[in-house]
């Protein structure tokens, strides 16, 4: 057989494994499967389809394809046995037949490599650690010292209850997180996503420094479709990088404006990271409630990139997009009336009904097929490739968050089995002592350690597990404590020296890598700060009084701006080093809002507004002398 011929099968094997596994995960409402049997049936084809399509070798052999083909018929054997034997399973209570163990270790060796394939040595890493703590813990002196287990045990862990493999992990995986990748490669087959770029220049194209704020809305926007910053770089980036060069901006410039613009679009509301997905799982409460503590913090993280682009744009005299090249609002939504439609049905199911995420995403998929069907999108073929086209998209894009969800319940099992959540979180609580601040920090460090190596879902699981208790016991409200590790997980990419989204964006702009990472934490640096200002002022997560929220809100939103003026040099007109020290005093003040603390902030910044304003009356007079003679 030659390897075209292997490879023209492996790509139709591909291809009706991806469609089906998307049609699967569309009609498993209706199958009305136990959580245990979904969630097996679920792993079994992703990794079928990571296999499939991530090859042992590159390019492919004879001897590797027939590897991965076993591989991928491994894996689909193993879910439908769990499908097939979740009742005699759930009798045994945990004690493994001969098969139960066989399969349990092909299985677990299955996560293990496709973690490998699709997400590298790192996580898997962690996998098989995790693993081997599992079984030699009595080996290990000390706190984190336990009995040890065989490995009927923890195979039974792993694969015989819903608290390993088949946990919440992979269970939000096959629930939602599945459906709104669905519904995001839906919506970007049909049309969404050169609406979302169209719309984004009509609004701000043609403003000063408009294709870096393109780039800004743009991606917050496309966190409806992409779901991760990196992949948000990459579909937003594509297009917005290359049109920045070309306006002046630096290469490393474009790159880190992309890379803190795609950073914030997983952690907008309403369709976020997959990780905030699990923060219900962990604390008791719904989506819903997620998505309004989110909000807020989110928005402010876009408002200052904003301010500081714009201050950037005017510093270094960047203007806006000629008016040829910025489409009219009027026809852009003429044309994609209907994705601001179905958006806002998301919206409504998730805020105003209260639905289940699985039940709005469905709502939501249902939506844009049918309006996909009557409303004509110029570009966009209405035919059956078009929406398998979409299907297998899905399937592929979920490959990742398959894979880490899966590693993610081998933590969980272990962690649960020995014990390590407890003794690790009261360690933390014994270094950080009575100090929140100290506790915080090692939380930050801790998750952006681990965010640079693996993933959000994993790094934010780990993290739940073993320190976020500690925070809650030391008086921070359990969903401010877990918002806190999900924002840092999402901030890791970006932090050298494995910042996947500006790797990601320097093979676009093909600027260096260190300059772009500095830039991005120049622009995005207040993503660093929000997480602390929300432990101390919950308001800025909508707890407390309207008017404590909006004191809040309207005081970081004014020092934000401050702020930004400070780091970019320019407000009106370009600072000196006094006039910045002075709005970073009042940027700083502003943003950790407080009676005492904001009057100071406010002393300051008027301070900083009576110099400018007086610099700049000088400049006028002598611009009006020199005119004069």
């Known amino acids: 057989m030659s390897p075209s011929t292997y490879d023209r099968a492996f790509r139709h094997a591909l291809y009706a494994l991806t469609v089906f596994f998307s049609l699967f995960q569309l009609f498993f409402l209706f199958l009305r499967l136990p959580s245990f049997s979904l969630r097996a049936l679920h792993l079994a084809m992703g990794s079928a389809v990571i296999f499939l399509s991530v090859p042992l070798v590159s390019p492919r052999r004879l001897w590797s394809s027939i590897i991965d083909f076993a591989c991928a018929g491994a894996a689909l054997l193993a879910g439908l046995y769990y499908y097939l034997n979740y009742v005699p399973i759930a009798q045994r209570s945990g004690l493994p037949t001969q098969m139960d163990l066989v399969v349990g270790i092909i299985t677990v060796l299955i996560v293990l490599e496709i973690a490998r394939r699709t997400l590298g040595l790192v996580l898997t890493g962690i996998g098989v650690a995790f693993l081997a703590y599992a079984m030699f813990g009595n080996l290990i002196p000390g706190l984190f010292a336990h009995r040890g287990y065989g490995i009927p045990r923890i195979i039974a862990q792993l694969t015989m209850s819903t608290e390993g493999l088949w946990g919440m992990a992979l269970g939000v995986s096959a629930s939602f997180v599945y459906l709104f990748i669905l519904f ?22 043609r403003v000063r420094g408009g294709i870096a704020k393109v780039a800004v809305v743009a991606s917050a926007l496309f966190g409806t479709i992409s779901g991760t910053g990196t992949g948000n770089v990459v579909a937003t980036g594509s297009i917005t990088i290359p049109m920045m060069i070309r306006q002046g901006y630096k290469p490393h410039v474009a790159g880190a404006i992309e890379c803190v613009a795609s950073t914030g679009g997983p952690m907008l509301p309403p369709m976020m990271a997959a990780a905030a997905f699990l923060i219900p799982e962990f604390i008791g409460s719904t989506y819903r409630e997620v998505i309004i503590a989110a909000l807020i913090p989110a928005l402010l993280f876009f408002w200052t990139v904003f301010w500081m682009l714009d201050f950037h744009a005017a510093r270094n005299g960047k203007v806006g997009l000629p008016a040829n ?16 439609v179905v958006l806002l049905i998301i919206i409504y199911m998730l805020v105003i009904r209260r639905s289940t995420p699985t039940f709005s995403a469905m ?36 490959r990742m968050v398959i894979a880490a969800c899966a590693v993610a319940g081998i933590v969980l099992a272990v962690v649960s089995l020995t014990g390590l959540g407890l003794a690790f979180s009261s360690r933390v609580a014994l270094i950080a002592g009575d100090s929140l601040f100290r506790l915080l920090a090692i939380t930050t460090v801790a998750t952006i350690f681990l965010g640079m190596g693996i993933p959000a879902t994993p790094a934010y699981i780990i993290v739940a597990i073993t320190i976020a208790p500690a925070m809650v016991r030391m008086g921070v409200e359990p969903m401010t404590a877990h918002l806190f590790v999900f924002w840092f997980g999402m901030m890791a990419i970006i932090t050298p020296p494995i910042c996947t989204a500006v790797y990601a964006s320097v093979g676009i702009s093909k600027a260096r890598i260190l300059p772009t990472a500095i830039e991005s934490l120049k622009l995005g640096g207040i993503g660093f700060v929000i997480p602390y200002v929300f432990v101390y002022r919950p308001a800025l997560l909508m707890r407390g009084s309207v008017s404590e929220i909006l004191f809040t809100v309207v005081t970081f939103a004014i020092g934000a701006v401050a702020f930004g003026a400070a780091t970019q040099g320019y407000l009106l007109l370009k600072l000196t080093t006094v006039k910045r020290m002075v709005f970073l005093v009042a940027g700083a003040a502003l943003i950790f ?18 110099l400018v304003v007086l610099e700049a009356r000088q400049q006028r007079r002598g611009l009006g002398s020199v005119v004069a003679a």
């Not at 090249?325 to 601001?340: D, R, Y």
């Not at 998929?365 to 899905?394: C, E, F, N, Q, W």
């Open 184 to 205: 995001g490669s839906l919506m970007d087959a049909t049309g969404g996503g050169d609406f979302l770029i169209n719309i984004s220049m009509s609004l701000v194209g």
């Open 593 to 610: 809002p407080s009676i005492p603390v904001t009057i100071v902030g406010y002393v300051f910044l008027a301070v900083g507004l009576l």
């Open 325 to 340: 090249q910025c489409p009219k609002a009027s026809k852009v939504l003429k044309e994609g009336w209907h994705f601001v």
């Open 363 to 398: 709502t939501g998929i249902t939506a844009m097929l049918a309006l996909s069907l009557v409303v004509p999108v110029a570009g966009v073929k209405r035919i059956p490739k078009t929406y398998l086209d979409a299907l297998h998209s899905a399937a592929m894009n979920a």
